[in-house]
């Protein structure tokens, strides 16, 4: 019995949620539930989802212990069982269902829907007068009472998870009407248009794939509080919506008072209010917040948004990130591809130079290569502009047949406006000729040497770039993620799309140039950020290249999450404010003064939480696993927010008419 029990306690603790389920599944089969709870282990809803046919819960008041009754999703309702979880074990049950009704047939036949599936039912002939399918509308609230019986032998269907068994309706009560002619029906939700779907978002979400979403998400984020408030003693704590408004970085929205001339802003992050828990001894902070920034909408972007904020005090990079991993690990909500760790680390500069940007999509090569010297043997006239020029150089590897004459001319006009001073030029290789503006200024030796550095061979495309270092690599990178959308959306061979590459850049400046003002500097993270304890003297000389302790982790080409070792020096942090950024040290004098107090070494990570969980559902835009997101405008199209306010409310918060 001992060793039953050890071993059962070894899989119950597993990191890997199929080994939990494996487990917990054998305990329920062999009605040996009160193992679970006398050996105080913790499951959660993700433990029991695919067992929820089995896992029905009864306390015994007496003994305090768990006996197999009642579906976690059906306890506190009315019904027996929600309509996806019916198999042919439960055929002679019972059961009471509740749902909205998707389709019927015949007068007799109905299908069934909830949050969980759907299920056939069938009317009685003696009954079908009674029950009058016909003047019943689709999406009807329906409380069902009947039995559960095989379908007949030939009628099965195997698309449905529930189609080897129907329910015979006792009785049936229509607990909602339903009005003719919704604008959406959850069935045909994506053959409507986005403004559609999200001016009737409350419709759109009864589709399967939302409701999907949103539950893998819930699951996601329900894990990680587990792993870190639960395993790992985070403290959870709420910050402040209503703050004042933060120098430099994004733009916030701002919220007037009836105190004329001052306002709150919404904070873009809980930087600030983390940094100051650590001060106060919370040395171990995580929310789940709600973040706002006045910045353009996009597939990736949202103007309110959620982040999962994590602090920690007495911390290195090495430390904020081995926590990181092991969260996303034991929270990963698909055990048919669990996460690999450590993940891959890759400095900044590595990034740019063989990626293009600091947020590589690492599923596939397509590496950037150096070839100014290929071309400086020869005869090129780009070259002899200026001293400081470079050639870089990708393969898209077998692309003569995906990309067209007329997408290369587009990719290739849209970013030579992009980049102002940056060329780029293309090279076919087909059945060992070379085809190309800059095809004719290249030596046999060159293409050889060409060919051997990109491993170039017939049927590929080169692209290369001419221009400064930063930018001939940012051309290419978006070329490089161009040519890939192509060649996989033709092919769907450039990579495994159910992968996962997660990836640590690290190694930033801690400072970048303005893009509007190249002489002024910013701060690439946040001002908080620390500069490399080797790195602190140059503040004072060269603070353009001082490189911070500041780590982004990259998924899939997608930043998915920030962090650093913070500033907790009062007198390193008034000098970068005041003398490197030149920010009014007035609007931070709390943090100032915090830091002057007695501040420990900290350090912290925001994951987003929208981006993780789009990526994790193969979901085209954020908007799909929000469930009230807004359109690219950052308008709410279901009540017409923003909204004009009353005249009254105006005078209130000292807002003229103009």
């Known amino acids: 019995m001992t060793l039953h029990v050890n071993i059962y306690k070894r899989l119950l603790s597993s990191n890997l949620v199929w080994v939990k389920m494996a487990a917990a599944r054998r305990l329920l089969v062999s009605n040996n539930f009160w193992k679970i709870t006398n050996l105080g282990l913790h499951l959660n809803q993700q433990d029991f989802c695919h067992s929820s046919e089995l ?15 009642r579906s976690r999703c059906n306890s506190f309702t009315q019904r027996t069982h929600n309509c996806g979880q019916l198999r042919v074990e439960n055929i002679g049950d019972k059961v009471e269902l509740y749902g909205w009704l998707q389709y019927h047939r015949y007068g007799m036949f109905f299908t069934l829907r909830d949050s969980y599936g759907n299920v056939q039912c069938i009317v009685p002939e003696d009954k079908t007068e009674v029950y009058n399918l016909d003047k019943l509308t689709f999406e009807s609230v329906l409380q069902v009472m009947g039995s559960v019986r095989q379908r007949p032998k030939g009628q099965e269907n195997r698309k449905m998870a529930t189609g080897q068994i129907e329910v015979v309706v006792n009785e049936m009560n229509v607990l909602s009407s339903c009005k003719a002619d919704l604008p959406i029906l959850p069935r045909d939700h994506q053959k409507a248009n986005e403004a559609l779907r999200l001016k009737y978002r409350y419709l759109d979400l009864r589709s399967r794939e939302l409701q999907h979403n949103l539950r893998l998400r819930s699951t996601m984020v329900m894990n990680m509080r587990q792993f870190l408030c639960n395993d790992h003693g985070f403290v959870e704590v709420e910050t402040p919506t209503l703050f004042r408004k933060t120098p430099g970085g994004a733009q916030e929205f701002i919220v007037p008072t009836k105190h004329a001339g001052k306002y709150y802003s919404l904070p873009q992050s809980p930087q600030q209010f ?14 789940i917040a709600r973040c706002y920034r006045d910045e353009t909408t996009r597939h990736d972007r949202q103007p309110e948004f959620t982040q999962v904020d994590i602090e ?20 990963w909500p698909h ?3 669990p996460v690999d760790i450590p993940f891959t680390k890759m400095t900044y500069n590595e990034a740019i130079s063989q990626y293009g940007t600091d947020k590589p999509d690492t599923r596939f090569d397509m590496t950037i290569v150096d070839v ?3 071309f400086s043997d020869g005869n ?10 470079t050639i870089k150089a990708i393969n898209a590897i077998n692309s003569i047949d995906c990309i067209t004459n007329s997408e290369i001319k587009e990719i290739a006009t849209k970013l030579e406006q992009e980049f102002a001073n940056t060329k780029t030029f293309v090279v076919k290789i087909k059945d060992g000729g070379w085809t190309g503006s800059v095809a004719k200024q290249l030596s046999d030796v060159a293409k050889e040497t060409l060919c051997q550095t990109l491993e170039a061979k017939s049927g590929d495309m080169l692209w290369f770039s001419c221009g400064p270092h930063q930018k001939a690599c940012e051309m290419l990178g978006k070329v490089r993620l161009q040519c890939a959308n192509l060649i996989q959306n033709k092919t769907n061979q450039l990579y495994d799309e159910n992968s996962f590459n997660f990836l640590w850049v690290e190694d930033f400046p801690l400072f970048l140039p303005c893009d509007d003002a190249p002489d002024i500097l910013e701060s690439a993270h946040h001002p908080f950020t620390a500069p490399k304890e080797t790195h602190q003297d140059l503040l004072y000389e060269n603070p353009d290249k001082v490189i911070g302790q500041h780590y982004d982790l990259v998924l899939n080409g997608y930043e998915i999450g920030g962090g650093s070792i913070r500033i907790h020096n009062a007198s390193l942090q008034r000098y970068i404010l005041e003398h490197v950024l030149h920010e009014d040290v007035s609007h931070l004098t709390h943090l100032i003064e915090a830091l002057d107090s007695g501040c420990p070494p900290h350090g912290g990570i925001a994951l987003g939480l929208d981006r993780l969980a789009a990526i994790l559902c193969r979901a085209p835009s954020i908007k799909d696993v929000i469930a009230f997101p807004k359109t690219l405008e950052g308008r709410d199209l279901m009540s017409a927010a923003p909204a004009q306010i009353t005249p009254q409310d105006r005078t209130r918060y000292h807002i003229t008419n103009n």
Do not use: A, C
């Open 335 to 337: 055990p048919q591809t």
């Open 55 to 69: 896992m029905k819960e009864k306390m015994n008041k007496s003994t305090h212990v768990l006996v197999p009754k």
């Open 312 to 331: 920690m005090s007495f911390v290195t990079q090495t430390n904020i990130q081995q926590l990181v991993e092991q969260l996303i690990s034991y929270s």
């Open 380 to 389: 090129f006239p780009l070259l002899e502009k200026s001293d400081d020029l």
């Open 372 to 374: 100014t010297q290929v």
């Open 274 to 287: 983390k940094q100051l828990l650590m001060v106060g001894g919370m040395d171990r902070y995580v929310q």
